[in-house]
């Protein structure tokens, strides 16, 4: 499965890139499965994040900040069992010839829990086009070696500013 892993730094535009990327895909008439993590603010600091169903527009909350050892899975967030619920129900609808997208993975799912397990199988369709999964930078080795990717692209997004969505589409090889 061509795999293309999108990586950058912390608000550089990755979420609104791949968002971008499935409403093209869309409009092109690919089938297309998965979610974003839209970031929540109050007074200008994130404070968590809530899971978009790409297909549906459904949302959930996924993790509200906790403090530094009062967090889940030995992070700084409480995660809600109704975000990774959605999350299951996204990448179970993943179809031949589609394309699943996931917005991010992290160091809970490099561990294999979160949302890896869903991903793994999603990942197993018959005849799945591709996957474009949002990593952070440190974990992309990790990820690719989990994955066994062997049809894998790496972006960055500070090297792609506003063509990241045209050159996402372009690595996917459709």
């Not at 993590?37 to 527009?57: A, C, D, P, T, Y």
């Not at 160091?107 to 005849?127: C, N, T, W, Y």
């Amino acid at each position: 499965v061509r795999t293309v892993a999108v990586t950058g730094p912390p608000d550089s535009g990755k979420t609104a890139a791949v968002a971008e990327l499935a409403e093209s895909l869309l409009q092109k008439g690919v089938p297309v499965s998965g979610f974003i993590q839209v970031g929540e603010f109050e007074n200008e600091m994130k404070v968590g994040f809530r899971l978009r169903e790409i297909e549906s527009g459904d949302e959930a909350p996924l993790a509200r900040l906790a403090g530094r050892n009062d967090g889940d899975f030995g992070t700084r967030f409480v995660f809600s069992e109704e975000g990774f619920a959605l999350g299951r129900a996204a990448l179970g609808r993943t179809a031949p010839g589609g394309v699943v997208i996931v917005d991010e993975l992290g160091p809970v799912e490099i561990r294999g829990d979160g949302h890896m397990p869903s991903v793994l199988k999603a990942m197993q369709v018959p005849d799945l086009a591709a996957a474009v999964v949002v990593v952070r930078r440190s974990l992309v080795p990790s990820f690719l070696a989990i994955l066994e990717a062997t049809d894998a692209v790496v972006l960055d997004i500070d090297d792609l500013g506003d063509s990241a969505p045209e050159t996402i589409l372009h690595a996917l090889a459709l």
